[in-house]
């Protein structure tokens, strides 16, 4: 989900309960996206540490804890919340105390939680697990809710009389839960249609989100993950197009086994297992090129990665 949707809905909640610490739930609900800023230069710079990236170290109940800690006692010092009140002309003190330490975590599940609604998912378990949960309802960032957010924030921070803000944060939670039950009635839909499709061949079917609510990407495989159907599914009028047929490992120009021992090979490379982390499936081809293998790994899906990545194997 988006950053202002992450500030919104705990501030919104806690603003519900009549509590007296909703920006501390607020300023927990943006820290794990700062992982941009500070965590995510160091995957990039040392493909190894891939967990260090958006959505990793920052995104799980652990770490979430101690991000949201160190965010709020930098935010709540007062030359960095002085600063910040003087720019946007309003108000923003928080205190650092056990109380708001909590408020602030409760900010931290609530942000974690929305991007479990996203494609991809977060690792919730980090450091025991680096396996990725997600319930695919939403892509990563839903732009009409981002829309929302943004004017309902808007209306907070005008200077309207305070009903108007009452009513614009209930009508973007109604917005929100509405579109999260559309959007999984929806899919519940696609899986009961898409199901009494699969033969023997394709025994495996999952299915992801796109843009549009109606529209979902189908992905059908064997059970030994080496062939796909991939499809789009609309369920305005129940129906697939976009039809793709995807094998893996594709092989040329050279020998299969020998393929197969380079990929192997280009498996261990940390920068194929940050791409492999940051991939809904991903299948190889291998090329042969006078002496040494070109193992492109893409995914059939669009992944934080980009759509391929080419390592060379002697």
């Not at 960095?80 to 708001?100: H, Q």
């Not at 939680?113 to 977060?122: E, H, P, Q, R």
């Amino acid at each position: 989900m988006d950053l202002i949707t992450h500030f919104l809905v705990p501030y919104i909640i806690l603003a519900a309960v009549k509590s007296k610490n909703k920006l501390a739930g607020a300023f927990g609900g943006i820290s794990p996206d700062f992982d941009t800023i500070f965590v995510a230069w160091i995957g990039i710079l040392a493909p190894q540490f891939f967990i260090f990236s958006h959505r990793g170290i920052t995104h799980s109940f652990i770490f979430g804890f101690v991000t949201s800690t160190i965010f709020l006692y930098v935010i709540s010092r007062k030359q960095v919340n002085g600063f910040i009140s003087n720019l946007i002309k309003r108000d923003l003190t928080v205190k650092f105390t056990k109380t708001t330490i909590a408020i602030a975590y409760f900010g931290v599940l609530t942000h974690l939680f929305l991007d479990y609604l996203t494609t991809l998912g977060i690792p919730l378990f980090f450091p025991f697990s680096i396996t990725r949960y997600a319930a695919d309802l939403y892509q990563s960032i839903d732009l009409l809710t981002t829309i929302i957010a943004a004017v309902v924030l808007l209306i907070i921070y005008m200077k309207v009389n305070y009903k108007y803000k009452k009513a614009a944060m209930a009508i973007f939670m109604i917005i929100l839960i509405s579109f999260g039950g559309i959007r999984a009635y929806e899919k519940f839909n696609v899986l009961e249609d898409e199901t009494p499709t699969l033969n023997g061949n394709y025994s495996q079917l999952s299915v992801y989100p796109t843009s549009d609510m109606f529209s979902w990407n189908v992905v059908k495989r064997n059970s030994e993950n080496t062939s796909f159907i991939v499809s789009e599914y609309n369920t305005l009028y129940n129906q697939d197009s976009n039809i793709n047929l995807y094998t893996t490992p594709s092989v040329e120009n050279g020998n299969y086994s020998s393929a197969l021992n380079a990929i192997k090979i280009a498996d261990a490379l940390p920068l194929v297992k940050r791409f492999k982390w940051n991939s809904y499936y991903t299948l190889v081809d291998a090329n042969y090129n006078s002496t040494k293998w070109d193992i492109t790994y893409y995914d059939i899906l669009n992944s934080y990665t980009g759509n391929n990545i080419t390592v060379t194997v002697p």
